[in-house]
T-cell receptor, first 118, second 109 residues
Framework: GAVVSQHPSWVICKSGTSVKIECRSLDFQATTMFWYRQFPKQSLMLMATSNEGSKATYEQGVEKDKFLINHASLTLSTLTVTSAHPEDSSFYIC??????????????FGPGTRLTVL | QQPVQSPQAVILREGEDAVINCSSSKALYSVHWYRQKHGEAPVFLMILLKGGEQKGHDKISASFNEKKQQSSLYLTASQLSYSGTYFCGILGGYQKVTFGTGTKLQVIP
């Protein structure tokens, strides 16, 4: 199957700093990628849809100025958590769909990034 | 609008069977099933499409009832490796997937 990578796999930062997380599709192109956040023992909640060459679309309740998304190429989307605070500590996961794979809309997930804000 | 899964948690002995249910308040066009191990990203198991088409795992099966807006995942002859949290995902507009509440499955020897 298609492979999605994320970097870094974990990060610890001080409150008030910004953190950038990268999501790459390694063997396919993705015009659309998705960013999720997962708190402990909870389900994955979609934060935003990253669109190559255009602005991201955010889910209700997600601050677009705090979670900056850039989808600069067909294989790379980045999520920047600006002025991070302890409540932003979470597991961030990206996914992408292999649009050449036919009509199944199967999503492939990156390994996730564990963010801890002190 | 998050799909509701049942049961929330289940413990099985190796070799036993389990059924995980997923109910949606919205009409279903396709249902995805994923398994997530602790600290890892979800791994795709299966997709069910309206009309009965399936793509997925050899040892796991699922059903899709469009009328009842429900899907069920069937795990037979469970193995220790089946342990994890199972999520259903409902495909919506713009290819977005809304994940269910999750079912934690633990298989013990």
């Amino acid at each position: 199957g298609a492979v999605v990578s994320q970097h870094p796999s974990w990060v610890i930062c001080k409150s008030g700093t910004s953190v950038k997380i990268e999501c790459r599709s390694l063997d396919f192109q993705a015009t659309t990628m998705f960013w999720y956040r997962q708190f402990p023992k909870q389900s994955l909640m979609l934060m935003a849809t990253s669109n190559e060459g255009s602005k991201a679309t955010y889910e209700q309740g997600v601050e677009k100025d705090k979670f900056l998304i850039n989808h600069a190429s067909l294989t790379l989307s980045t999520l920047t958590v600006t002025s991070a605070h302890p409540e932003d500590s979470s597991f961030y996961i990206c996914s992408a769909r292999d649009e050449q794979a036919g009509g199944y809309n199967e999503q492939f997930f990156g390994p996730g990034t564990r963010l801890t804000v002190l | 609008q998050q799909p509701v899964q049942s049961p929330q948690a289940v413990i099985l002995r190796e070799g036993e069977d389990a059924v995980i249910n997923c109910s949606s308040s919205k009409a279903l066009y396709s249902v995805h099933w994923y398994r997530q191990k602790h600290g890892e990203a979800p791994v795709f198991l299966m997709i069910l499409l309206k009309g009965g088409e399936q793509k997925g795992h050899d040892k796991i099966s699922a059903s899709f009832n469009e009328k009842k807006q429900q899907s069920s995942l069937y795990l037979t002859a469970s193995q220790l490796s089946y342990s994890g949290t199972y999520f259903c995902g409902i495909l919506g507009g713009y290819q977005k997937v809304t994940f269910g509440t999750g079912t934690k499955l633990q298989v013990i020897p």
